[in-house]
């Protein structure tokens, strides 16, 4: 991996190749660093990041799931977004089609987590409206720490019962059958969540992207063509005026790009 934007500045060429631009295997310690969430400042805001992949043709998918346009570095920047976030936020749909599992803990950043205040692994938090989810499996029964539901507060009793007899802890995040993005950030926030990380799926990532409450995108862009007519990273509605965020790094491994970009 090397770094390409910020421009690394040129060192002395008899000190050595230079890290940033030398293509290598970066540690995690170093993928840490370079997606370091910003300092609070003593606030409690809420900070969204999004984590997306795309291939050249603007597929986020190919036969319904991420992995096949995904690739060793991205999954390393995967797990390493997962490590920095205080929760993981999930469309229903993404949850299903994706077999999403309880976070696990990792050794590598169990003493800068402990450091930082945060739980031993990422709350994984699921938006869904009708709960359509199968308790049984081990994202509810076996975490590490309580699985979230957000949904609203028509939401039917009985699978809000089914939920927390699984020991899921519901949050109601919306007076009507869906979830407030905003609202929903709120009661995160409200539990101490500030740090966010959403990793789909396309039509939760556009819900985030039309209410205007998404601060940063991590996205990779893979080097494949897949034609057909998957899903871009963002769907449903358009914003009435196209929002612009700015470059804030790119990295690239094998063709990879890793982008962040944030709001400008």
């Known amino acids: 991996m090397r770094r390409l934007f910020p421009v690394p500045p040129v060192t002395d060429p008899t000190a050595g190749p230079d890290p940033d631009r030398t293509d290598r295997e970066w540690s995690l310690a170093e993928l840490a660093a370079a997606y370091a969430y910003p300092e609070p400042d ?4 809420p900070w969204l990041r999004a984590n997306m992949v795309s291939t050249l043709d603007g597929a986020a998918q190919h036969d ?4 096949p346009i995904s690739s060793a570095a991205d999954m390393r920047v995967f797990g390493t977004l997962r490590a920095l976030a205080d929760v993981v936020i999930a469309g229903a749909e993404t949850v299903r089609q994706e077999g999403y599992r ?3 803990v990792r050794p590598d950043f ?3 987590r402990r450091a930082a205040g945060q739980s031993p ?3 994984i938090a699921v938006v869904t409206a009708g709960l359509e989810l199968d308790f049984s499996l081990p994202l509810f029964t076996s975490p590490v720490v309580p699985t979230l539901i957000l949904t609203g507060a028509a939401a039917a009793p009985d699978r809000i ?4 007899k699984a020991g899921a802890r519901v949050v109601i995040a919306g007076d009507g059958v869906g979830v407030d993005p905003a609202r929903a950030l709120t009661a995160l926030a409200g539990l101490g969540h500030t740090r966010l990380l959403t990793e789909g799926g396309p039509r939760l990532l556009g819900q985030f992207v039309a ?10 862009v893979s080097p494949m063509l897949t034609a057909g007519d ?8 358009a914003v009435g005026v196209p929002r612009r965020f700015a470059l804030a790094s790119l990295l690239e491994e094998e063709g990879f790009l890793f982008s962040r970009y944030r709001r400008d």
């Open 42 to 45: 003593g606030r409690r805001e």
């Open 64 to 67: 319904g799931r991420s992995q």
């Open 102 to 104: 309880p976070a696990r």
């Open 110 to 112: 169990a003493e800068a």
């Open 121 to 123: 692994v990422p709350v």
């Open 161 to 164: 019962a089914a939920a927390e």
């Open 211 to 220: 209410a205007g409450v998404l601060d940063e995108l991590c996205l990779t």
């Open 230 to 237: 998957a899903q871009r990273i963002a769907g449903g509605p």
